[in-house]
Every structure is written in C-alpha cells, then in structure tokens.
C-alpha cells in the first residue's frame, strides 16, 4: 500500500512558475513509477508526465515539453513537478501517481495508487 500526497498548488499568473510536491509513504519507493496526471474543469483526466523508477528515464506530454521538468528525491520518498513559464490551458487538478512497474507509462490505467490532487490555476 502507498499513499500520495499532493501540495504546492496555487494560483500563479500567466508566466509564472510553481514546483508541486508529491510525497509516498512506504519504504518502496523506489520501485515504483511516478507520474504526474492532470484534470481541467469538464474535462477528462489527462497524462502529463512520468519518471522512472531510478529517475533515469522521464516522458512528458508535448503540451509541457521544455516547460514542466519532473525529479524525485528516493531519501526523501517525493517526486517533484517543477512548472515554468506557466499558461492559463494549465489550470487544472494535478494529481500524483505510483505504478508498480518498470519502464514509463502514459496511460493512466496502469498506475496503482493515486494521490487525492492539488489545484493550480493559472490567470490570464
């Protein structure tokens, strides 16, 4: 079992930036991959970002390449989700989560445990 917390979300202005944490529970971190999902209003939950389970490999969406950079810290259980350069298409829940599994992953459906999300909202 894995618990996921989410914190760092906010309100930025277009522009902006925001590093959004994601702590694990447990002591296998390690042998999990994490991702990052998010959710706009009306909208489907959608894959933004995933990391391997040693960091080593990462994927992101094509609509956050070169902006959003993931990382995770394995002494402090918590994968991070620094965001740069921040548009309003943005907004949305983000959520964390862990996949028992190697490789990295799109599809939501894979991943195991989910954290309960953290909303960014980002003004024009």
């Known amino acids: 079992q894995v618990q996921l917390v989410e914190s760092g979300g906010g309100l930025v202005q277009a522009g902006g930036s925001l590093r959004l944490s994601c702590a694990a529970s447990?002591?296998?971190?390690?042998?999990?991959?994490m991702g990052w999902f998010r959710q706009a209003p009306g909208k489907g939950r959608e894959f933004v970002v995933a990391?391997?389970?040693?960091?080593?490999?990462?994927y992101y969406a094509d609509s956050v390449k070169g902006r959003f950079t993931i990382s995770r810290d394995t002494a402090k259980n918590t994968v991070y989700l620094q965001m740069n350069s921040l548009k309003p298409e943005d907004t949305a829940v983000y959520y964390c989560?862990?996949?028992?599994?190697?490789?990295?992953?799109?599809?939501?459906?894979?991943?195991?445990?989910w954290g309960q999300g953290t909303q960014v909202t980002v003004s024009s």
């Open positions: 447990g002591r296998t971190f390690s042998s999990y991959v």
């Open positions: 989560a862990a996949y028992y599994g190697t490789g990295v992953v799109v599809h939501e459906n894979h991943y195991d445990y």
């Open positions: 990391i391997s389970r040693r960091g080593g490999s990462t």
